[in-house]
């Protein structure tokens, strides 16, 4: 069946640090993939997305790129902020109706 | 702010009684769907509807129901609750068909505490 295997947390970072989150996904067909964010008392808001094999999805200065020969989306971010601390979720879509979603990855940036 | 909101924000009740739990969504989103999150754990998908008609379940016993409105509110209903559906629950709405990959809103949960 379709997954989702998310890099497990927490992680902690010192500002402006790089940021690496590994996922890696089992899909039968084409899946879309995402990242969702959580930040503390709010609820899961698409951070990016991508839904072809070598399409890449950034927005706020995080990037992944779909890459089927290694079904991973890994996510990443050059220099990382005290207001990117939130969990992090990798999900992926088949033609199907629902989302599957990782187990998520707490991101804690300290100054 | 996403524009969807659930009611309430925290709940307790103890086991085998009922709950229903309620997600407004925005004017013309007519897919709305509902994932279980466990502590430490991904949200998980129990069911999704589409123009007030039930549009894919996820792997959860009959005992989750749901209802979706023509103002676009819906309810999550819960019977004969268990120790293990302690848990968020969200709610998430889009507009388009649910195979589409509109963007889905979500609400920021109910926390359901069983006990």
């Known amino acids: 069946g379709d997954s989702v295997t998310q890099m497990e947390g927490p992680v902690t970072l010192s500002e402006e640090a790089f940021l690496t989150i590994n996922c890696t996904y089992t899909?039968?067909?084409?899946?879309?993939l995402f990242w969702y964010v959580q930040y503390p008392g709010e609820g899961l808001q698409l951070l990016l997305k991508?839904?072809?094999?070598?399409d890449k999805g950034s927005n706020k200065g995080f990037e992944a790129t779909y890459r089927k020969e290694t079904t991973s989306f890994h996510l990443e971010k050059g220099s990382v902020q005290v207001s990117d601390s939130a969990v992090y979720f990798c999900?992926?879509?088949?033609?199907?109706?629902?989302?599957?979603f990782g187990t998520g990855t707490r991101l804690t940036v300290i100054p | 702010e996403t524009g969807v909101t659930q009611s309430p924000t925290h709940l307790i009740k103890t086991r085998g009684q009922q709950v229903t739990l309620r997600c407004s969504s925005q004017?013309?989103?007519?897919?709305v769907s509902w994932y279980q999150q466990a502590l430490g754990q991904g949200p998980q998908f129990i069911f999704q509807?589409?123009?007030?008609?039930?549009?894919g379940r996820g792997n959860f016993p009959p005992r989750f129901s749901g209802l979706q409105f023509p103002n676009y509110s819906s309810e999550l209903n819960v019977n004969a609750l268990e120790l293990d559906d302690s848990a968020l629950y969200l709610c998430?709405?889009?507009?388009?068909?649910?195979?589409?990959?509109?963007?889905?809103?979500f609400g920021s949960g109910t926390q359901l505490s069983v006990l």
């Open positions: 509807y589409y123009r007030e008609e039930e549009n």
């Open positions: 899909a039968t067909g084409y899946p879309s």
């Open positions: 004017s013309g989103h007519n897919t």
């Open positions: 998430a709405s889009s507009t388009g068909q649910p195979s589409s990959n509109e963007k889905l809103f």
């Open positions: 999900a992926l879509k088949t033609g199907a109706n629902n989302l599957f």
């Open positions: 991508a839904t072809k094999a070598d």
